[in-house]
């Protein structure tokens, strides 16, 4: 079975504070996906990445970066956290391009006080 | 308008009757559409896919498709309490990989 392993479940970080959550799939998934879920908003497309070291910026980018390094890890960087961005972040992989099935890892709820 | 809508919920049905959950999009040239479901505190897995009009099975699963009307919907036969969650509709735009979800629709089936 495929494994989405994201670090933390549950996070508390303080305004201003940089935040990295960090997502790392076993399946040797071209594509990994960050998504952030709310109440009556449904999951949103942060950022994604096709292959290692490329990125593109999914429908909210703003006031997040990515990092992939490795094909196996995905992290999403919030530079400067704030309290509108406390919400619960969901790492999706999928074996490539056009294959929509998404795998999704555990999520990691973070809040930012 | 949301690229794509689904009525949030809840619904609530009896056990053993069927759950009727409906989405409608707005991109004319989507071509991949899907359903997932997410129950409470867990994440989203994928339980239909479905690509041309029409209807498609899968055990008590119906997805039915028209895309002349825009609108990809998801029959449940038989409900179960089991089957209680949160349904994601999810279309592929026409930009790539990219998959657009739904806000979701919680369904809660009553014993």
């Known amino acids: 079975d495929v494994k989405v392993t994201q670090s933390s479940r549950y996070l508390v970080k303080r305004t201003g504070e940089k935040v990295f959550l960090e997502c790392v799939q076993d399946?040797?998934?071209?594509?990994m996906f960050w998504y952030r879920q709310d109440p009556g908003l449904g999951l949103r497309l942060i950022y994604f990445?096709?292959?290692?070291?490329?990125?593109e910026k999914g429908d909210i980018p703003e006031g997040y970066s990515v990092s992939r390094e490795k094909k196996e890890r995905f992290s999403l960087i919030l530079e400067s956290a704030s309290t509108n961005q406390t919400s619960m972040y969901l790492c999706a992989s999928s074996l490539r391009q056009g294959r929509e099935k998404l795998f999704f890892g555990s999520g990691t709820q973070l809040s930012v006080l | 308008q949301k690229e794509v809508e689904q009525n949030s919920g809840p619904l609530s049905v009896p056990e053993g009757a069927i759950a009727s959950l409906n989405c409608t999009y707005s991109d004319r040239v989507s071509q991949s559409f899907f359903w997932y479901r997410q129950y409470s505190g867990k994440s989203p897995e994928l339980i239909m896919s479905i690509y041309s009009n029409g209807d498609k099975e899968d055990g008590r699963f119906t997805a039915q498709l028209n895309k002349a009307s825009q609108y990809v919907s998801l029959l449940i036969r038989d409900s179960q309490p089991s089957d209680s969650a949160t349904y994601l509709c999810a279309v592929r735009g026409n930009q790539g990989g990219k998959l657009i979800f739904g806000q979701g629709t919680e369904l809660s089936v009553k014993p």
């Open positions: 990445s096709y292959d290692v070291k490329m990125k």
């Open positions: 399946m040797d998934h071209e594509n």
